[in-house]
């Protein structure tokens, strides 16, 4: 602010004010000729919203150094008016900072190399004097000194030196050559490898839509599905008061997406690969994270069918980029638009990778009542970090096998991963899958599991693998309280 006798008159270098005005009866004032930093001046017109021709000139970094001749150019309009105007004080500067004068230092061949041209140093130095720089030569050097009034984030370094040059020459002086230089293939790096395949194989193997999105949260539409805006870094000059967080996940932007077109058909899938704000690190910085975040969306499925069809999408996401297995695990919701009971966590190789999800039924409702909806998200930087197994290959054997199902009943205290676990651990030599064929949820639950044995030097008889299966994994399971059904 600018104050006179401690009441203020202007805002400085933006807009004046009404007592400071020139009027009819006005018979004297006082001249000020000043000069503002354009930095502030452009932060300062953003955040009090006040976009006025001053400001937009200020904030162009103007030379401070023409304030003296503003005022001689006044005076001298002011008295072809009025002869009769007196000046009745001297001239007071106050210079808070100064910019410091630019030396450029190029030869010759710095001009042939980016012009492609042949300029005499002749053109060259009277080029530059014309357009007010000093120029000095020795030999095929040249020392420039730019003016002040160049010197404000204009003329800055040797590249824009060669602009001058160019522009005063004429590009339309250019002759049309062809540059010859040697293109060689880049390599992709692993973060764009592993982002690059990833929508190869979410599009062309399961039929999903990319989308593309902002890096706020818009609690517009955050509070129309009931999710909760979470506190998070913000911008300080947003324009639009729904656009102040930086998001910290994905899944709610993509939520957003499926509401805004659930009627764009019956069943499909949309994605993105983009980046979010997890807080801010030590340094203050924001601590930006890739991740992918993926949504089902279906009314002809039911919930559970469309949980396990994106359960096996990344179990084919992790094994054909990284060559590895996925494990879940049950995890508490860490959103409120997480169901609370069916969330768990994505680990492979015990890096925790992200969470697959349903929704809160307030939430789903908000979306569609009739609709299935299932969310997933996965840290791209953590997976890019997990390095990638070598693909092994096993004969397939030449004997028959023999296929073993067993029904077990759910213990709501085991996890899947443990019984498999402890089959594989008791199974023997000639185990070589589990695999879920069946589920029966009712009364009484149950898992139907296929366990699949083979040898490469025999044909195994039914009594060998009976006895690895109820002598030895069913004793096991019996102990860590999974029972067979009856």
């Known amino acids: 602010m600018i104050c006179s006798k401690g009441e203020p008159v202007a805002i400085a270098g933006i807009m004046g004010g009404l007592d400071s005005e020139i009027e009819d009866d006005t018979t004297s004032l006082l001249l000020e000729s000043a000069n503002f930093d354009g930095v502030c001046i452009r932060k300062s017109s953003q955040r009090l919203g006040l976009r006025t021709d001053a400001s937009m000139r200020y904030e162009k970094m103007l030379d401070p150094e023409i304030t003296n001749i503003a005022i001689e150019r006044f ?21 808070v900072h100064h910019y410091d004068n630019i030396e450029l230092t190029f030869d010759r061949a710095y001009v042939d190399r980016y012009t492609g041209i042949e300029i005499s140093d002749e053109q060259i130095i009277s080029t530059l004097t014309a357009l007010g720089f000093d120029v000095k030569q020795d030999g095929t050097t040249f020392d420039v000194k730019v003016p002040s009034w160049r010197a404000t984030k204009d003329v800055t370094i040797k590249a824009d030196i060669i602009e ?4 005063i020459y004429g590009y339309d002086n250019f002759k049309i050559t062809t540059t010859l230089s040697p293109l060689r293939p880049v390599r992709r790096s692993v973060i764009k490898s592993d982002e690059y395949y990833a929508k190869d194989l979410l599009v062309e193997k399961f039929k999903l839509h990319e989308v593309h999105s902002y890096i706020w949260a818009d609690s517009k539409k955050f509070g129309e599905l009931n999710i909760d805006v979470e ?14 967080v930086l998001r910290n996940c994905m899944v709610t932007t993509l939520l957003t997406v ?85 969330t768990a966590e994505i680990t492979v ?38 390095g990638k197994d070598d693909l092994s290959f096993v004969e397939p054997s030449k004997f028959p096998g023999i296929d073993i199902d067993l029904t077990i009943l759910r213990n709501p205290d085991v996890t899947y991963s443990k019984v498999e676990e402890i089959i594989r651990d008791n199974g023997g030599q000639y185990l070589n899958s589990v695999s879920v064929t069946d589920i029966y949820d009712g009364i009484i639950s149950s898992i139907t599991l296929r366990l699949c044995f083979s040898s490469p030097e025999k044909t195994l ?18 102990k860590a309280g999974i029972l067979l059904k009856k």
């Open 75 to 95: 005076l001298k309009l002011l008295f072809d008016i009025d002869p009769d105007v007196q000046v009745i004080s001297s001239l007071s500067d106050s210079y």
């Open 349 to 386: 190789d015990g890096e925790n990778l992200g969470f697959i999800a349903t929704l809160h039924p307030l939430t789903a409702m908000k979306i569609d009542k009739k609709a299935a909806i299932v969310t997933a998200e996965i840290d791209m930087d953590s997976f890019t970090a997990i």
């Open 164 to 167: 001058e040059i160019t522009r």
């Open 461 to 478: 008889s039914m009594t060998e693998i009976q006895e690895v299966v109820f002598g030895n994994i069913v004793p096991e399971l019996e």
């Open 258 to 342: 499926v509401n805004e077109n659930k009627s764009f058909g019956a069943e499909y899938g949309v994605f993105e690969i983009a980046r979010v704000i997890d807080g801010t690190r030590e340094d203050g910085t924001c601590n930006e994270r890739r991740k992918l975040g993926i949504v089902l969306y279906s009314r002809k499925c039911s919930e559970k069918t469309l949980f396990f069809r994106l359960r096996d999408i990344i179990s084919l996401f992790v094994a054909n980029l990284r060559h590895k297995a996925v494990k879940f695990a049950h995890t508490n919701a860490s959103h409120n638009w997480q169901h609370p009971v069916n």
């Open 231 to 244: 506190d998070n870094v913000k911008l300080i000059n947003s324009i639009n008061p729904d656009h102040v």
